[in-house]
């Protein structure tokens, strides 16, 4: 049999020089007159240990990593196209503790087959869940995704099922999908991560979704930042074509369903939905008021799906192995599981889903191993730049919606970015302010103008200018800018400072005492 290597393509693995390794491979094999196939796989997320290399041996697959270009010679000298030991040994894949600790469900796939095989793709299960859904009526699936209990992965948290039924409802001669790929959190990579590692497996939900809410035409909208998400899309856009997965008649049934890759525009704004779709048609994206809902009038006005790459992605699972079998994981109104992503200031930065209700300090202390840096952890922030800011003292709360709402926290797109004890969260909440002045669309006043307003207060604080003042001043206009902004960028910009003044006190005290008590 011919070896088989794995060396993911995925844009993670190749800032970390996963090209660099694969091209060293390639010429050692050349060199030596060994043939074997080398499989650009995505990454499984441990991203600590990319690139990671894996061999196909006859006990399994066997990982290296993180293998440098100059590792390449000495592990082709310890044999490690049969597994052969080496510095960079990590045994089986699925016994490495960060990745055998997690419940793959979405991501079971990613890193495993090659992303553009749909053949690879079938023979791990995949299309059996749109093999299911056409077996039965939209009504059905809507039904049986409603019943899984699965909500957005964007930010909201919305039921999918209830969006879905809403535009099943709406009568249209014109129905959409719409995939939100703008993935604009600090620290998220969840949604590249899939359409980079497993791409059918976003196409399938897609086109489930279409079935079920009569929408024949989907859209992915992946921000502009993401060329290598963009690319394998497309490839697997035409891939299903051709299989016949996508188009007049979606594996030989009577629906019919395609759909486009769509480059964003490089504004954070344009990852709400209505400022999404504003940018879709052509236009500059800016945020429209509600009603009417995306569902009842969304892309060129028609009924429209909005939904997060991940949500969408949860879908075929759902389908395979039903709504009871999802539901089981996870606590509360929180169903199913999580890609949760560890970024920032941390030892074992990667991918880690899980299902719901793991404490925050599990997830900081023993799945990403604390700082990088080695020094204490002062802060956490989930949910992206709009966020708040959690302290030690919060790390009982589970990965749940309900429980991080409960302390004006938020689990958004589920990126934590951790810091240490050296971050100044005064700076923090300016940069909060600052974020939304930068990436306001401009519509409405509280956030327009109160972000600026805002960052001109905190620069008093910062300058010692009548602190205490300026402090309730802050306080004042984030109340304005929380209950009279038009979307959540306005009005979830003073969670992050509200929560670095509550939490961080002493980082907000005038300059003099400041300077007194380090
Ligand atoms: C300022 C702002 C930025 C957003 N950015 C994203 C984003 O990058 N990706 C995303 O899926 N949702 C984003 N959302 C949430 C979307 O508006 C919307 O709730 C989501 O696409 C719905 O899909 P879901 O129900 O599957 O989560 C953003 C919302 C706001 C207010
Ligand atoms: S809150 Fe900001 S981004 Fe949202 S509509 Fe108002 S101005 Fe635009």
Redesign the pocket.
């Known amino acids: 049999m011919i070896p088989r290597i794995y060396i993911p393509g995925d844009s993670g693995a190749l800032a970390l020089g996963a090209e660099k390794v694969a091209k060293a491979i390639a010429g050692e094999l050349a060199e030596r007159g060994i043939e074997a196939k080398i499989v650009r796989n995505g990454s499984r997320g441990a991203y600590f240990l990319e690139p990671m290399v894996e061999v196909a041996t006859a006990n399994g697959r066997v990982a290296y990593g993180p293998v440098k270009p100059s590792d390449v010679k000495s592990l082709f000298d310890g044999g490690f196209l049969t597994g052969g030991h080496h510095k960079r040994w990590l045994g089986t894949p699925d016994k490495i503790p960060f990745l055998a600790k997690q419940t793959r469900l979405t991501f079971a796939r990613c890193g495993v087959t090659d992303p553009l095989s749909l053949e690879s793709y079938k023979k791990h299960g995949g299309l059996n869940g749109l093999t299911n859904a056409l077996a039965l009526t939209p009504a059905d699936i809507v039904a049986q995704v409603t019943e899984s209990g699965l909500r957005g992965r964007g930010g909201a948290g919305f039921p999918t099922g209830i969006k879905w039924k809403t535009v099943l409802d709406t009568a249209g001669d014109r129905k959409y999908i719409v995939c939100n790929a703008d993935e604009g959190d600090s620290g998220t990579f969840a949604d590249r991560m899939i359409m980079e590692g497993d791409p059918f497996v976003l196409i399938e939900g897609m086109t489930i979704a279409g079935i079920a809410t009569g929408a024949t035409k989907g859209f992915v909208y992946v921000r502009s930042e993401y060329p290598h998400a963009v690319a394998v899309m497309n490839k697997a856009v035409e891939v299903a074509r051709k299989a016949g997965v996508l188009g007049a008649s979606v594996l030989g049934s009577p629906y019919a369903f395609d759909m486009e890759i769509r480059v964003g525009a490089g504004a954070y ?1 344009c990852g ?1 939905e209505t ?1 999404l779709l504003d940018s879709l048609e052509g236009k500059r994206g ?2 429209r008021a509600k009603p009417p809902l995306p569902a009842h009038k969304g892309l060129f006005g028609k009924p429209t799906v909005i939904n997060n790459v991940i949500s969408l992605a949860s879908v075929p699972v759902i389908m395979d192995k039903g709504a009871a079998f999802y539901k089981d994981f996870g606590m509360g109104r929180s169903r199913g599981t999580i890609p949760i992503q560890i970024a920032g200031n941390v030892k074992y930065a990667g991918l880690f889903e899980a299902a719901f209700g793991m404490t925050l300090g599990e997830i900081i202390d023993d799945i990403g191993g604390g700082t990088a840096t080695g020094r204490p952890v002062k802060a956490v922030q989930g949910g992206g730049p709009l966020g708040a800011y959690f302290p030690r003292a919060l790390f009982d709360t589970p990965f749940d919606y309900e429980a991080f709402a409960a302390k004006d926290g938020l689990i958004g797109h589920a990126g934590i970015v951790v810091f240490d004890d050296t971050a100044d969260m005064l700076k923090q909440a300016r940069f909060a302010m600052e974020f ?1 002045a930068i ?10 103008i109160g ?1 600026t307003r805002g960052v001109e207060t905190i620069d008093r604080i910062v300058a010692g200018i009548e602190p205490e003042k300026n402090l309730a001043l802050v306080t004042d206009l984030c109340n304005t ?1 929380k209950f009279g ?7 979830f910009t003073p969670y992050p400072v509200m929560s670095s003044i509550t939490h961080f006190p002493d980082d907000f005290k005038p300059a003099p005492v400041r300077v007194a008590a380090e």
């Open positions: 704004v709400e400022a800016m945020v939304c990436e306001s669309c401009g519509k409405c006043t509280p956030c327009r972000s800018m902004s038009l979307c959540a960028l306005g009005g």
